[in-house]
Nanobody
Framework: QVQLVESGGGLVQPGGSLRLSCAAS????????MGWYRQAPGKERALVAT???????NYADSVKGRFTISRVNPKNTLYLQMNSLKPEDTAVYYC?????????WGQGTQVTVSS
């Protein structure tokens, strides 16, 4: 089992920055890919960014050039640096980890971009 706990969400003005963190615990050995997803009100959960165990990254087009995903091994702490935030980035952000074919999710952290 893998437990994921996100932190770092909050209220920020348009153009501002936030850094999300996701701490993994439990059976963290051999965690494979990790990623950030978000879900806005009335919408489905969508990919924001992913990072492989070899640090290959993938981003949604809407966040390219503004967000940066990173991870620190072997603790498997995941980060999402979000710059130039826009109101449309408002959502609950979830951390995801994959290990031996199983998928684990955190409880989510709210990000609100508003003036």
């Amino acid at each position: 089992q893998v437990q994921l706990v996100e932190s770092g969400g909050g209220l920020v003005q348009p153009g501002g920055s936030l850094r999300l963190s996701c701490a993994a615990s439990g059976s963290i050995f051999m965690i494979d890919a990790m990623g950030w997803y978000r879900q806005a009100p009335g919408k489905e959960r969508a990919l924001v960014a992913t990072i492989s165990s070899g640090d290959s990254t993938n981003y949604a087009d809407s966040v390219k050039g503004r967000f940066t995903i990173s991870r620190v091994n072997p603790k498997n702490t995941l980060y999402l640096q979000m710059n130039s935030l826009k109101p449309e980035d408002t959502a609950v952000y979830y951390c995801k980890a994959q290990r031996f074919g199983y998928t684990y999710w955190g409880q989510g952290t709210q990000v609100t971009v508003s003036s």
